[in-house]
């Protein structure tokens, strides 16, 4: 171990706010004629209090006769273990002493080790003036012998002493820690294997950094022991800069920390590796809280893959003071009629977290200790330290359980499915199943029996996961069963995401409905809502739990959140109050929703108490997020009162985009108002609507589809812009009658500042926001034609289909365009492009910088922020190579597309048949659909072109691409 002793360290130290006081100061001022504890360290030294010299007062401690430069004063080390100290000291050489350096330093033997020496603090001094050392001490591991002694390099110097001070710090677990490597050493940190760590120039700030090479694994790099600077149940933030060494064109790196409880290693990751750009210093920052007891801990930079080098510098690791909760605002438990509950893992048990857990749900899922991969890591071994941990929480604090999960194909080791026929596959599953259940019962209310089982995109609606793969239905069967035998009266449920999608819902149901028809124990149904701030519509979730109610089963939203993000690759640095805001009313809507569902909803879950121990931190990449109630140092969000208060949120000043268009006013629902969905006015008791704008030269059109059964004598539409009204009454001029209710149309003075409120017997509902005109949508059509063969030669078929060229330019303002061509047939949509490019290249490594053609097709028109699963991105290079992009991974779109390319002179030609499953094509149905050209010069896209969409984020966004109709 290194000495802390430096200046720098000292001196942040003593820039802290105000630590807690230990015990007083041990002063040594020689005052009284004593040596005050200190004594000779070495052979004919001797040690002496005397008057030749004081720094104040008339004494000070002389020290003569060594003969060693380890000679000296020393005195039985007053230091308590896990504490910290400051050590200061006055020292001058005796009259007629050459200069040398007088050092304090630490002697002590660890239990069971060698005996160390660990320098506190050291100065040149000269027989002419004192001076002042000071260092800084930290007391760590078990030891014996420790003295504390002052030694000099000048082996028979002799020096005075005097004005020895020794102060306790604060609590170590309260100080920072800091290393910028300036002092040209590696300030502690070690390798955690062969890696060599060396100081050198390419720094962060400052002239040193640290240097990482030779490593032997990507968990092999620098590390640093941090046992006794962490308190259990503490916060800390960590922040360490890092660059790729040399010759690395690219890499991965995250921060991570290694705990031994009991002896066991434990890994986490503080920060996901992330992705660090050659030559670019990269912020790897992340808090970290210790729910443990540990004998062992460790914080370390690893990469993902690879042991290629890089670079450390400027690292930080600060305690985070917890702010308390807020105990002055209700209970969300106390406002809703259902279980309120929340997911949390072990560290949320403790401190403030633990405090907001108890104050607010009265129901608990554990996030991941029940798991397969924490209950059962190897065959037959089960672990349940932290599971019980959680479970005895909950029930010590009056909340139900919801056991999560059963059988899950992530998180579920590979030995389960390790030489496992299905007879073996269901034995495995059964023994598990027993075990955790049989553990639990009477103390878990409700299992989540099967997680994630339903893919839509499957003919039998069934994900094809090892489960199924190997043991079908029967997996599921098997576990519902087993689990109803060893509790009966535990609740069990089958589990999933997008639910509130149509076709996921529909796939989800019919595979319910069958199993509840053959006597499957199934009671329940989990909704687990992860949403995002735009998307979808809490109209939809209410579509779903109706829909389930249908079948007779008890529903639980199981693991809500609400991102802020609608794609999975943008970050904030941080979040505009803004959507903030939005969140809030987002969730008053979901809470409606939920309210108004009671019946049918027996509980509520949050997945996560507060924004920092959610898990959309890290996934899909790390990025700050806030997604849930309570924010990062545990405060009620907008969010919060948008549950709790509604009156209490600031007003949503909404937008909306009016493109130019021109509407025949009569109450008729024009084409031009399908180019575009409704935005949705959320419905109060049962009246909902939906509105649109188009700007025009004569005024501003706008709609209003009202959902309302029941018509009554006030039913009306007022329309307000910029201060001017026009109010439509359900029988009036403008309206007509709908299969759900009514729609009113009017053309009003143009403006920008938007109100319509809907009126139904006393209800009110209202959208209030800025309309801001653009340029019309662009559309085209596709005829119906026999399939041509998609091979990049432009046969008879296309004759006389219509052609829409590119003409918006994203990047550059010259270019490759392309002339485009599309027609359908059955369920595919052929495309044709026509590419006036010269010069042509695939040199970039990213498929977008070479030259190529994507097309963009959403299948139901939805114009959302961020892709639906539906939604594709189908590129084709001048070579014929496709590469898709989508939701996330693409799993929805990634086999849609069949295409080729052809060069011919001047440019080149694409072909792609993109088969559209989740729709079916009919004339007359409208296509999201737009076209984009990319032109590389080399290694370098140089433009891009799109025959609509201008904002550039046609890849994360597809609010904004153009319209394809079908014709017969
Ligand atoms: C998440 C946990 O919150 C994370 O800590 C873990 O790393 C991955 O799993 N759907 C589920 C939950 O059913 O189990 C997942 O929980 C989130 C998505």
Redesign the pocket.
């Known amino acids: 171990m290194r000495t802390l002793g430096t200046v720098v360290v000292a001196v942040l130290l003593c820039l802290l706010p105000a630590l807690p006081a230990h015990a007083a100061d041990l002063v040594h001022d020689f005052e009284d004629g004593t040596a005050q504890g200190w004594g000779p360290r070495g052979d004919g030294v001797s040690v002496t209090a005397s008057a030749e010299a004081a720094r104040t007062g008339t004494r000070g401690l002389l020290t003569s006769g060594r003969t060693a430069t380890w000679h000296g004063a020393s005195i039985p080390a007053p230091f308590a273990r896990g504490l910290g100290y400051t050590v200061t000291a006055h020292a001058r050489l005796a009259a007629g002493q050459p200069a040398a350096t007088i050092a304090m330093t630490v002697q002590r033997t660890p239990t069971g080790g060698e005996t160390t020496y660990e320098r506190v603090a050291a100065a040149t001094v000269t027989d002419g003036d004192w001076v002042r050392l000071s260092g800084t001490y930290l007391f760590t591991a078990e030891s014996t012998d420790m003295q504390l002694y002052v030694e000099s390099s000048g082996a028979t110097s002799e020096y005075h002493l005097d004005d020895i001070v020794i102060t306790p710090l604060g609590d170590p677990t309260r100080e920072p820690i800091t290393s910028d490597f300036e002092d040209g050493t590696a300030q502690d940190w070690s390798p955690r294997a062969a890696a060599v760590l060396a100081t050198g120039e390419v720094a962060h700030a400052g002239t040193s950094g640290l240097a990482v090479t030779g490593r032997s694994a990507s968990w092999d790099g620098p590390a640093l022991n941090v046992l006794g600077r962490m308190g259990k149940g503490d916060k800390y933030a960590m922040s360490a800069w890092v660059r790729l060494g040399p010759d690395t064109p690219s890499g991965r790196l995250g921060l991570s920390i290694e705990r031994r409880s009991g002896g066991t290693p434990s890994y986490e990751r503080v920060v996901a590796p992330k992705d660090v750009p050659a030559g670019e210093w990269v912020r790897l920052s992340g808090t970290y809280t210790l729910a443990y007891d540990v004998e062992f801990l460790s914080l370390y930079i690893e990469s993902d893959t690879g042991t290629f080098p890089f670079h450390l510098d400027d690292f930080s690791m600060t305690y985070v003071e917890p702010k308390p909760i807020q105990t002055g605002i209700p209970s969300l438990k106390d406002e809703v009629p259902f279980t309120m509950g929340s997911?949390a893992?072990r560290p949320e048990t403790l401190g403030v977290h633990g405090e907001l857990l108890a104050k607010h749900f009265n129901g608990l899922t554990p996030?991941?200790e029940l798991?397969w991969d924490a209950t059962e890591p190897r065959d037959g071994e089960f672990t349940f330290t932290d599971g019980d941990h959680l479970v005895d929480f909950a029930t010590g604090h009056g909340m139900s359980v919801r056991g999560?999960?059963l059988a899950?194909h992530?998180?579920t080791p590979d030995w389960v499915f390790e030489n496992a026929t299905k007879e073996v596959l269901l034995q495995r599953l059964e023994r598990h199943v027993r075990t955790l259940v049989t553990r639990y019962k009477g103390r878990i209310a409700a299992w989540d029996v099967v997680?994630?089982v339903v893919d839509e995109n499957q003919p039998d609606g069934l994900r094809r996961s090892k489960w199924y793969e190997i043991a079908g239905l029967d997996f599921i069967r098997t576990a519902f069963r087993v689990a109803h035998e060893a509790d009966p009266a535990a609740k069990l449920f089958i589990?999933d995401?997008n639910t509130e999608f149509p076709r996921k819902r529909e796939a989800l149901y019919k595979l319910v409905e069958q199993l509840k028809g053959e006597g499957v124990p199934i009671h329940g149904v989990g909704h687990?809502l992860?949403l995002n701030i735009e998307q979808p519509p809490a109209s939809n979730v209410e579509d779903t739990i109706r829909r389930f109610a249908a079948l007779d089963v008890d529903q639980q939203v199981t693991?809500l959140d609400v991102s802020v993000y609608t794609d999975f690759v943008s970050s904030y640095d941080s979040i505009p109050p803004e959507l903030l805001i939005q969140q809030g009313h987002r969730y008053k809507e979901l809470f409606d929703v939920f309210r108004r569902q009671a019946d049918h909803l027996s509980s509520v879950t949050v997945?996560?108490e507060s924004d920092d121990v959610s898990?959309l931190q890290s996934?899909p990449i790390p990025r700050l997020n806030a997604p849930l109630l309570f924010d990062h140092d545990l405060q009620a969000k907008p969010a919060y009162w948008g549950v709790v208060d509604p009156s209490e949120l600031e007003p949503l000043v909404r937008r909306l985009e009016a493109p130019a268009g021109v509407i025949k006013v009569d109450g008729r629902r024009d084409l031009e108002w399908d180019l575009l969905p409704d935005a949705p006015l959320a419905r109060v008791s049962d009246v909902s609507a939906g509105f649109q704008a188009r700007s025009s030269s004569s005024g501003l059109y706008v709609l209003a589809e009202v959902e309302d059964t029941t018509a009554a004598k006030d039913d009306q539409v007022t329309f307000t812009v910029d201060g001017r009204s026009r109010t439509l009454r359900r029988s009036g001029p403008g309206v007509r009658p709908t299969a759900a209710g009514y729609r009113a149309e009017a053309l009003l003075p143009s403006g920008t500042d938007v109100t319509v409120t809907v009126r139904d017997s006393g209800t009110e509902i209202t959208w209030a926001g800025k309309v801001t005109a653009v340029p019309a949508i662009k559309r085209t059509t596709a005829p119906r034609r026999p399939a041509p063969v998609p091979d990049g030669v432009v046969d008879r078929g296309w004759a006389g289909v219509p052609e829409i060229s590119t003409g918006t330019w994203i990047q550059g303002g010259s270019g490759a365009t392309a002339k485009v061509r599309s027609l359908w047939q059955g369920s595919t949509l052929y495309v044709l492009a026509q590419v006036a490019d010269p010069s042509l290249s695939e040199q970039s490594a990213n498929p977008w910088e070479q030259d190529s053609v994507e097309i963009f097709v959403d299948p139901e028109n939805g114009k959302t922020k961020g892709y639906g699963d539906e939604d594709g991105q189908y590129r084709v290079s001048f070579t014929g190579r496709v590469t898709v992009g989508g939701t996330f991974d693409a799993v929805g779109v990634k086999d849609n597309v069949r295409a080729a390319a052809k060069t011919v002179p001047g440019g080149y030609v694409v072909e792609a048949a993109i088969k559209l499953p989740t729709v079916t094509l009919s004339p007359g149905s409208l296509l999201g659909f737009d076209v984009q050209v990319n032109d590389a010069t080399g290694a370098a896209r140089t433009s891009a072109v799109t025959w609509n969409d201008a904002s550039a984020r046609g890849y994360l966004d597809t609010s904004h691409w153009g319209i394809l109709r079908l014709t017969p």
């Open positions: 997911a893992t996030g991941n798991k999560h999960t899950w992530s998180q997680n994630e589990n995401y687990q992860h693991e997945w996560g898990w996934w």
